[in-house]
């Protein structure tokens, strides 16, 4: 039994003296250093997230912080390990060399994921919209339903859901409507080339009164007599309506086009529409 114990004694020592003390001491160190720096990461982003909710009140930016958090902390993980390997004799250079083509494959794969990151990134420190805004952008029209770290989701006016990478809203030019203080209305009216030139300043006459009567059109309004036009004679009208609802907007244009053909039926002014005349001129042969 004794020397059963003391056969296993010795094989402990043989086991021990391959153990490498220093290998594992270095790999807890590292990994103590890497849990306190992503400790600290955490922390960091939770300040940052409360910044932006309490100063900005921008709720949007607090969704783009954990993705760079993570990504922050992969970059650092992997220069500790190049670092470590790098030290204990391993070349860094070859096993980066062996990788290459997956390495490759993988940033071709990774790249339009990081292209809609930044994308997201510049939508959101710009302000360009946010959800709930009426936008264009390109060839699209309509309102932000959800604004994610791959995409942007627009409901149009045909209440069609398009989803855009937000690496292409990024890249083309975005017209926030809603972001409008107020919205224009920018509308000629042709009367008809017969009108007197009492009707005519009758018109313009009732189109000014209609403005300033509504309160939700603002006072800087411009009637003017723009041009005479292959079939009529145009009015043309630029105003702008109180609101950034398009919605609202859209309601007020209507109200003010009414008023208009109301009082222009009851002063008897004809609009004007694309019309011809025809002169026929004889020979002057007499039968």
Known sequence: MLERLIHYFHRMQEV?????????FEIVINLVILTIIFKILDLCEEKIKSNFLKKNA?????????????????TIFLIVLASFLQTHGYSVSSLIAGFGITGLAVGLAANSALANIFGTISIYSDKSFQVGDYIKCGEYEGTVEDINMRSTKIRTLDNALTIIPNSSVADGAIINISAAHRKRIFETIGVTYDTSNEKLERAIKIIEEILESHDDITKDYIVT????????????????????????????????LLEVIKKFREEGIEFAFPSQTVYLAGNGDEN
């Open 16 to 24: 021990l003296k391959d153990i490498n003390f220093g290998f594992i």
């Open 58 to 74: 921008n709720t949007q930016m607090v969704k783009i912080v954990p993705p760079i958090n993570r990504i922050v902390k992969f």
């Open 225 to 256: 007599l723009h041009k005479l036009d292959d079939s009529s004679i145009n009015i043309r009208v630029n105003a702008y309506v109180k609101t950034k609802v398009f919605a609202k907007y859209l309601k007020v244009k209507e109200a003010f």
